[in-house]
C-alpha cells in the first residue's frame, strides 16, 4: 500500500479557479502531483475528469490499479464505502526534479478546466519544460480512508531512461568501497574529473571561483547540479520570503561571492553606479548613526551572473541528480549521477575523482509540531503556510477582505513577512490585524557579561547580521578552532538564537501598530490549531491559555530537517564513514574535510549548513561560504593538486576582475 502525506508536500499550488488545490508529494523516493478538491465545484471539476470526460485517462489506465491511503487528504465525508473523487493526478504537472523541497517550476501546468491564475501568469512566464521533468499521472478515488489511483509514477530524482543500461546493482548499493571492475560490471558510464563538485548552488560556486581564479582549468572541473544557476535556489527562496530584487538582503557590503578579494564592496559598485556617495557614507556611519548598509538583491544577482560567465562555470555544469558518493578501492570516489532523460546512453553516470566537494544547501524544512499536525490532519495549506514556500494568496486575500495573520517566529524572515504585511496596510489602506507569537520574548539586552550582550526588545533578539563579525575573522573565529566536543556546542548554543536586524523603519511601523492596535506581541506556546469558519489557535501564554482566532497562519521559524532527510547525506552517514558534530550535523575538519571519509589520497569536502556545528561558524553566510572555499583551496595545493594562489597571481587576477576579462590559466598547471 502507498501512502501519500500531504503534510510532506514539496510545493502547493493554491488558490486555483477551479475550487482545487494541487501539491506535489514525495511517495518513496517518488514525486506525485496530487489535485484535491477544496468546494462543490473543484469536486466535480475532478469527477468529469475521473469519468474521462476530460483526460480520457479511464479509458487507458484500467489495468494497472493500486491503492493507496492518504490520511492528510482523505476523509469520510459520507457513507461508508461511498467514492467520492477527491483528488487528481494530472498528466503534463511539469515538476522540475532540479527543485528543493518546497519549491516549484516556473511553469505549474494546469489542464483544459484549470484556467492559470493571473499571478502565474504573470509570475512564471513562458518557461518551457526541459527534458526529464514531467511526471505520469493517475486519478484517486478515496473509499473512506483509502483511495483508489492507477497510472504510472516516475521517480522524483530520477528521470525514466526507458530501454537504457548502465543502473546501479546491488552489489554496488550495499558496498560501502568500490572496485573499477564492479562500476564497469554495471554497465555504467565512467568519467574521469580530479575535482567533483556537487550541488551547483553558491557553495559550489564559490569553490569553483576559487580553483579557477588559481588556475585550476575547466577540463579538471565538474559541478554536478540540478539547477540552473548558482543563485536560483537562493533567488527563490529571497523572493518567497519577501526579499524581492530591489530590497535588500541580509549580508555586509563586503561578502561578496562573486568576488574572492571582497574589494569593490558592494557600496562602493553601488555608489559608482548611481554616481552617489549615500552607500559610502552609510557604511562609515553604521551601526551607530545609520542601519547596516546591505546590497539589493538584485545587486547580487546580476554580479553572480557577471562572474559566472568570467570564469567560464557553464562549461563545468552538467545537468543531473547525483545519487550518491562511494569511496573507490586505490582512492578516490564515485559519484554517481542521474542525467535528464534521454540525453546519455546510460541511465546512470559514474564520475571517478580524487577529490569530492559536497555543498547541497539545506536538507529541507520542518514545521512547527502543531502547524504540521493541523496540516496533516485536515490537509489545510491554504491558511497555514510556511514562510518559504509561496504564499503570495495570503497577501492578495487581505487586499479584498481584511483579516487577522497570525505569525509565528522572531527572525529575519518574520521581520520580512511583518514587513510585507505592514507596507500593504500603509499602501493600500487595508485593516489587516497581526498577531505575533515568540516561544522567546525578548524585553532587554541580553548576554552572560557586558562585552558579550545582544540587543533586545518588543520580543526580538537584535543583531546586524546572522553572527558577531568576529567568527568571520576575529577573535571568535580563533576561539573556535581550539574547542572540541560539549564546549564547542555550548559556544554554539551562547551565540545562536534567532535575531534579527533592528531597522529603524520596521522599529516605527511596529511601534505604530502597537499603539493602534493592530500589532498585538507576546510569548507563547501553542498547544493546537483548530480549524472552524477561522483559525483558532490554542496558546499557554503565561497569563494562561487563550483562545486566538485568525485568518492565516504563516510560520516563519526556520526549521531545518535533519541532514539524515537528504537522501545524498543519509548515504554518507550510512556508507561514507561520516559522522555527526556536536550539533548534529557533519563534522568535519578545519580544512572542511569530512571526518572518516578519506579515500586513498583523495579527499572528501563539505561547506555550507550541512557542516554548521564545526570550528567555524558562519558557514551558511556568503563570507562563511567564501572562508569555506579559501580552506578548501589551500588544503588541495598543500596536497600538490591545485596551484596556490600567491601575491602576484591573486592581483593580476584581480586586474581582470575589475576589467571583466575571463579567468587567465596558471602556468603552473600541468596535472591530469
Not at 488558490?15 to 465545484?41: H, I, L, M, N, P
Not at 475521473?50 to 480520457?56: N, R
Not at 554580479?303 to 573507490?328: F, H
Not at 533586545?456 to 543583531?463: C, L, W
Amino acid at each position: 500500500m502507498m501512502e501519500l502525506r500531504l503534510d510532506s508536500a514539496f510545493v502547493v499550488f493554491d488558490a486555483q479557479d477551479s475550487g482545487c488545490v494541487s501539491y506535489g508529494v514525495e511517495v518513496s523516493g517518488r514525486r506525485w502531483f496530487v489535485k484535491t478538491a477544496t468546494t462543490a465545484s473543484g469536486r466535480r471539476s475532478l469527477q468529469r475528469a475521473f469519468q474521462g470526460e476530460l483526460t480520457g485517462l479511464g479509458r487507458r489506465a484500467t489495468s494497472s490499479w493500486t491503492w493507496a491511503s492518504t490520511p492528510a487528504m482523505i476523509r469520510d465525508r459520507g457513507a461508508p464505502g461511498t467514492p467520492r473523487p477527491e483528488c487528481l493526478i494530472e498528466r503534463g504537472s511539469n515538476f522540475d526534479p532540479g527543485r528543493p523541497k518546497l519549491q516549484h517550476h516556473k511553469k505549474p501546468h494546469f489542464t483544459g478546466y484549470d484556467r492559470v491564475p493571473e499571478r502565474y501568469r504573470h509570475r512564471h512566464g513562458d518557461h518551457h519544460p526541459r527534458p526529464g521533468a514531467w511526471m505520469d499521472c493517475g486519478i484517486y478515488m478515496p473509499v473512506g480512508r483509502q483511495a483508489l489511483c492507477f497510472g504510472e509514477e516516475e521517480h522524483h530524482m530520477e528521470p525514466r531512461n526507458a530501454g537504457t543500461s548502465g543502473d546501479l546493482t546491488s552489489r554496488l548499493i550495499e558496498n560501502p568501497t568500490w572496485t573499477d571492475s564492479m562500476v564497469e560490471e554495471s554497465g555504467i558510464e565512467v568519467r574521469d574529473v580530479p575535482f567533483v563538485t556537487v550541488g551547483g548552488g553558491i557553495g559550489s560556486f564559490v569553490t569553483v571561483d576559487y580553483l579557477r581564479i588559481a588556475g585550476v582549468p575547466t577540463n579538471q572541473i565538474a559541478v554536478l547540479s540540478n539547477i540552473d544557476h548558482p543563485w536560483q535556489t537562493y533567488q527563490y527562496l529571497t523572493r518567497v520570503s519577501q526579499i524581492p530584487e530591489p530590497e535588500r538582503i541580509r549580508s555586509d557590503s563586503s561578502s561578496r561571492p562573486d568576488n574572492i578579494w571582497g574589494f569593490p564592496s558592494y557600496a562602493l559598485s553601488e555608489g559608482w553606479q548611481d554616481r552617489s556617495v549615500r552607500p559610502l557614507l552609510r557604511v562609515l556611519g553604521e551601526p551607530i548613526f545609520s542601519d547596516y548598509w546591505t546590497p539589493r538583491a538584485g545587486a547580487v544577482f546580476a554580479s553572480l551572473e557577471r562572474e559566472s560567465a568570467r570564469i567560464a562555470y557553464p562549461e563545468m555544469l552538467v545537468k543531473g541528480v547525483v545519487r550518491m558518493v562511494r569511496r573507490r578501492v586505490g582512492g578516490g570516489y564515485y559519484t554517481i549521477l542521474t542525467p535528464p532523460a534521454g540525453t546519455t546512453a546510460t541511465k546512470r553516470i559514474a564520475y571517478r575523482s580524487r577529490f569530492v566537494h559536497i555543498a547541497v544547501g539545506y536538507p529541507g524544512l520542518r514545521f512547527l509540531p502543531d502547524l504540521q499536525a493541523f496540516r496533516e490532519t485536515h490537509g489545510d495549506f491554504h491558511h497555514v503556510v510556511n514562510a518559504y514556500e509561496p504564499h503570495e494568496h495570503v497577501y492578495e486575500y487581505l487586499k479584498t477582505t481584511p483579516g487577522t495573520v497570525m505569525v509565528r517566529g522572531g527572525g529575519i524572515v518574520a521581520s520580512r513577512v511583518l514587513q510585507r504585511l505592514m507596507d500593504d496596510r500603509e499602501k493600500f489602506g487595508l485593516r489587516t490585524e497581526i498577531e505575533h507569537v515568540f516561544r522567546t520574548f525578548v524585553t532587554g539586552a541580553h548576554g552572560p557579561h557586558p562585552w558579550s550582550r545582544r540587543k533586545g526588545g518588543n520580543g526580538f533578539a537584535y543583531q546586524g547580521f546572522n553572527y558577531p563579525k568576529s567568527v568571520w575573522g576575529g577573535q571568535l573565529k580563533a576561539k573556535m578552532r581550539r574547542l572540541e566536543g560539549e564546549e564547542r556546542a555550548a559556544e554554539y548554543r551562547r551565540m545562536g538564537g534567532t535575531n534579527t536586524p533592528k531597522r529603524r523603519r520596521w522599529q516605527k511601523q511596529l511601534q505604530a501598530g502597537r499603539d493602534a492596535g493592530w500589532y498585538r506581541a507576546y510569548r507563547g506556546l501553542v498547544e493546537e490549531v483548530q480549524p472552524g469558519n477561522r483559525l483558532t489557535s490554542v496558546v499557554q501564554r503565561d497569563d494562561g491559555v487563550q483562545k486566538i482566532p485568525s485568518d492565516f497562519i504563516i510560520d516563519c521559524t526556520g526549521l531545518e530537517a535533519d541532514i539524515a532527510d537528504h537522501r545524498l547525506l543519509n548515504d554518507l552517514l550510512t556508507n561514507g564513514g561520516a559522522g555527526r558534530n556536536p550539533l548534529g550535523r557533519l563534522e568535519v575538519e578545519r580544512t572542511f574535510e569530512i571526518k572518516g571519509t578519506a579515500s586513498g589520497d583523495g579527499a572528501l569536502y563539505a561547506s555550507g549548513t550541512a557542516t554548521l556545528g564545526g570550528y567555524f561558524p558562519g558557514v551558511d553566510t556568503f563570507l562563511g561560504l567564501q572562508v569555506a572555499a579559501q580552506e578548501i583551496a589551500d588544503d588541495l595545493a598543500r596536497r600538490g593538486w591545485a596551484p596556490r594562489l600567491g601575491p602576484l597571481r591573486s592581483t593580476a587576477q584581480w586586474i581582470r576582475w575589475i576589467l571583466n576579462r575571463p579567468v587567465e590559466g596558471s602556468a603552473q598547471w600541468s596535472r591530469s
